[in-house]
T-cell receptor
Framework: EDQVTQSPEALRLQEGESSSLNCSYT??????LFWYRQDPGKGPEFLFT???AGEEKEKERLKATLTKKESFLHITAPKPEDSATYLC?????????????FGKGTKLTVNP | NAGVMQNPRHLVRRRGQEARLRCSPM?????VYWYRQLPEEGLKFMVY????????ESGMPKERFSAEFPKEGPSILRIQQVVRGDSAAYFC??????????FGPGTRLTVT
């Protein structure tokens, strides 16, 4: 069964304090790994898709990386507006299903 | 270009009533997905539809739940005879082809 585990569950940072969020996964053939951001009371907002080990993508203060077993979301010099829950999801290449399997997320709080 | 639209945003039903959740995908998107988010839980896949076809319903409870995506009009997720355990946020996502999904704002269902 495909599984995604995110750590830590919650993370508090001071503004400007860089850190990383972890997403470990087991999947029967990876088609893609996805990162989303979710604000309270809203739907997930797409951030990145990674397809193969070694791939990296960046967007403003966020950088996502991928290995064969895990992905990291690096946050450089975060600001209070980066506070949100960050969700990781995998899509399996086998079985013909397009569904995403999500982790429970990491709740990030950035204090000014 | 409007995003994925869901209505209602909040829905209150008494036990035993029916709940109908609507989702209008982004223009040009023919793939629709429904996910459920329980409190303190991750997003869970329910069903994947294309116009007039259910492609994957492996995440749908066997009873009381049904989904459709007619040729004309929005996708509908229908829950019959709701119970308290159905209280959750229900998210719809759409994509132009299998893969990257854009999520809607969700419908928060409360069963009293």
């Amino acid at each position: 069964e495909d599984q995604v585990t995110q750590s830590p569950e919650a993370l508090r940072l001071q503004e400007g304090e860089s850190s990383s969020l972890n997403c470990s996964y087991t999947v029967s053939g990876l088609r893609g790994l996805f990162w989303y951001r979710q604000d309270p009371g809203k739907g997930p907002e797409f951030l990145f898709t990674l397809y193969s080990a070694g791939e990296e993508k960046e967007k403003e203060r966020l950088k996502a990386t991928l290995t064969k077993k895990e992905s990291f979301l690096h946050i450089t010099a975060p600001k209070p507006e980066d506070s949100a829950t960050y969700l990781c999801a995998v899509q399996a290449a086998q079985g013909g299903s397009e569904k995403l399997v999500f982790g429970k997320g990491t709740k990030l709080t950035v204090n000014p | 270009n409007a995003g994925v639209m869901q209505n209602p945003r909040h829905l209150v039903r008494r036990r035993g009533q029916e709940a109908r959740l609507r989702c209008s995908p982004m223009k040009g998107h023919s793939h629709v997905y429904w996910y459920r988010q329980l409190p303190e839980e991750g997003l869970k896949f329910m069903v994947y539809l294309q116009k007039e076809n259910i492609i994957d319903e492996s995440g749908m409870p066997k009873e009381r739940f049904s989904a459709e995506f007619p040729k004309e009009g929005p996708s509908i997720l229908r829950i019959q005879q709701v119970v308290r355990g159905d209280s959750a946020a229900y998210f719809c996502a759409s994509s132009p082809d299998p893969g990257q999904m854009q999520f809607g704002p969700g419908t928060r269902l409360t069963v009293t």
